[in-house]
């Protein structure tokens, strides 16, 4: 059920935004379009299937405390 | 790309609005608890240089945003590498705050609800924002300085009975330690958060007076902070860091002649929108940040799918409100690397250079 | 795309109007078992709580229109249930009728005797994370248990909660007694000398009818009931802390032949702390107005004789405060504050006290200063005697 809503969110907004890009022939912007699309699909996607996606504050936790030792 | 122009007035509403969003990140004040308020002070008196340097970058590199100002000083490699970070900390920031508005709903008014409800409702009305335009939000932004300015004063007259002044007492008793500590959360987190000022630069009419504009914008938003932190200090007393939201919490205490009982509705309608507010201007900096980088004619179909990255993180970075509190450090030192450490590495190393020169210069968006 | 528009905004707004008016946590009111009031008295077991939740039969709570003289059913009912944490025992009484509990108009807390001394500081936490309930909730202290407190009918008020909270509000409108609210309990808790308190209520029986009143002042240590003060005692404090408002004073006339009583209409105080010597000295001064209200005997009050007057009101006072301080350093209970108030005026020293405060604070040296000044003395200026 989440993958089928998902699924018609990203298909909504690609139909939303991609005929306009095509139609003023923005390749670039498409490009950048559909690569971050496709991010934002993949970390959704994964989100939903429960799969465990690191907290990039945790990685950033890390280097801080245990690298730097800049802990207060 | 961008093409509405902000004067000036509204340029000091932008900032002003922008750090009364942040009155909901004061809540994690538990390492000054009765003496907040002096590390807001301390801060604000902190920060004026800072806010000197960024208006210094603005005057130096006339028209040019934060992106273009970091590829004119250090090369077009170095540059990109360090816009790329800002874009990504742009990024990190909207989630964590997309993420606190939609925690404090759920903690406080609606738990039953699931939080992604609230976050993807919420960013979809900053993406429409962003949609029409960083234009008609500075023009809007007298309305939104206004509804804190009332806000404040009323549930502050509201509260005065319960307030007391020995609560400030014994002034300035945290350990030293302590007190830095909270002092360097503030200047880094609520205060810092201005560096995204910098990247309306070129829609500003003009960056003569941009020193004493953001220097008034940066002093009415510290009032509002310092406002709050007093009220809520003053009339909580000793319980006030172990609430997640003070407050909240001080507004639930009101009740005069029990006909004006439960006002905290109007913390969450201020909260809400002065959270838009700055939702809105931080997910405007990513997606012009980003367009910028990749050299996009308009920045318009970033829109949807950085929102779609930022629900996602938002909900990765929201494990649980403890985990929070354990990333905290390192959220407080990223965001002084990006607010309070490079922006004066940046105008140092102009200065070094010698930049901008004084060949015409035109802007590098076309 | 143009033509999609329209149908876009259409489907945009529809599922706009589904899922923003937030059905989600909407809760109908036939749906909702409202309560008004929660009892937590010691369960069965060492760590059972029981609670006595009043819930409101919102359709007998009504007012009647009519005069008719009708009866109505009992508006609210005792729900007992039991549970080792506070939310376990509350939820149990969803499976008793089925109704979710409803918090949010819960404005009393009664904690029984028993419970009280077993410490209370275990059940405040929930009161304290649940966004339904208020910090403005009234905390009492049942002389017995807090379930036979809720079950007392009044005549006057349709619901026992009410009642409470109009008789303790009642008492403190004339400083007998102070309102103590979840968030001023919280506050003295928090504080690592204060002595929280709380109003002590008991049951009268007269004849048929029962009702409560307030009978003390409950003294807790840390979160553990300890003792109380009686009258006397719990205007001492009041004294201090300067909440009296109004009330009365009662002294014996200057020839002794009668009482005279006053009323109080303003009192001012001013505690400050002292550290001489490694002791602990608090002034406390104390300035109050009051006017003579009635007067049992027939001497006349003429000019000489009114500093008497204030003199012996000033002793009663005196002893009220010394008798709150005795009581409480008996209990070795800092009700007053002056521990947060050493703290804070005397930061470095406290450290040194802190610890053994327990110890240090029955020794304190108090300072009373207390000043009565007497104004009006009512309609007449002298008692009513013949000439002599």
Known sequence: MDIFLLLLIYTGVALFQVPALIKKSYWRELIAFSSLFTLAFTLNLLQILDVNIPNPLKGIQYIVEDVLHLKY | ?366 | MKKLRPMLIIIIAFVTLLTLPGCWSAKGLSSLAIVTGIGIDKGASLDQLLLTIQIVKPSQAQVPSSEGGKSRGKAFWNATCAGETMIGAIREVTHLIGKEPFLAHSNVIIFGNDFATTGVKKTLDFFLRNPETQPTALILVASGRAGDILNVESEAEILPVQNIIKIIKGAAAISQFKVITINDFTNNLMSKTTAPIAPLVTITQNGNRQNIYVSGLAVFKKDKLVGALNDMETRGLLWTTGDVKKGLILITSPEDTGNVAFEISKSKSKVTPEIKDGRVIIHIEVRTETNLVEQTSADKIYFPVVALLEERQAEVIRQEIMAAFDKSAELSADIFGFGDIVYKNFPAQWQSLEDHWDEVYPRIDLVLDIKVTMRETGLVTQPVSPEK
């Open chain 2, 1 to 366: 790309m961008v093409n509405g122009k902000i004067s000036e007035t509204q340029f000091v509403m932008i900032i002003t609005a922008f750090l009364q969003g942040s009155v909901l990140a004061l809540s994690f004040n538990a390492t000054t608890k009765h003496d907040t308020w002096l590390a807001v002070l301390a801060g604000f008196i902190l920060f004026i240089p800072v806010t000197l340097c960024y208006a210094s970058l603005a005057k130096r590199f006339a028209g040019l945003n934060l992106m273009q100002m970091s590829e004119a000083i250090l090369g077009p490699y170095w540059g990109k590498g360090i816009s790329l970070m800002y874009s990504w900390f742009f990024l990190i920031l909207l989630a964590l705050n997309v993420r606190d508005l939609g925690n404090f709903y759920t903690i406080q008014f609606m738990p039953e609800t699931p939080l992604p409800f609230f976050i993807i409702v919420f960013a979809a009305v900053c993406a429409y924002a962003v949609y029409i335009g960083i234009e008609v939000l500075a023009r809007l932004g007298v309305f939104f300085v206004a509804i804190p300015f009332i806000i404040i004063p009323f549930t502050s007259l509201l509260l005065f009975k319960d307030m007391s002044i020995s609560a400030f007492l014994p002034i300035f008793s945290a350990p030293l330690k302590e007190f830095i500590h909270g002092t360097h959360i503030i200047t880094a987190i609520p205060l810092g958060e201005t560096i995204m000022m910098l990247m309306f630069i070129p829609s500003l009419n003009s960056t003569e007076r941009i020193t004493k504009n953001a220097l008034l914008g940066l002093f009415f938003g510290t009032i509002c902070l310092l406002a709050v932190s007093v009220r809520n200090t003053a009339v909580l007393g000793y319980t006030e860091y172990i609430w997640s939201s003070p407050s909240l919490q001080a507004v639930r205490l009101i009740d005069i002649g029990n006909v004006l009982t439960r006002l905290d509705v109007l913390i969450g309608i201020g909260h809400t929108f002065m959270m838009f507010f700055k939702c809105s201007l931080l997910y405007y900096c990513v997606v012009l940040s980003l367009a910028q980088l990749l050299r996009l004619k308009t920045y318009t179909p970033l829109i949807l799918p950085i929102g779609l990255i930022a629900i996602t993180l938002s909900m990765i970075m929201n494990a649980s409100t403890v985990e929070r509190e354990a990333t905290g450090d390192a959220h407080l030192m990223q965001a002084s690397l990006f607010s309070l450490i490079f922006p004066p590495v940046l105008l140092l190393i102009a200065k070094l250079r010698n930049l901008p020169d004084k060949r015409n210069y035109s802007e590098k968006s076309n």
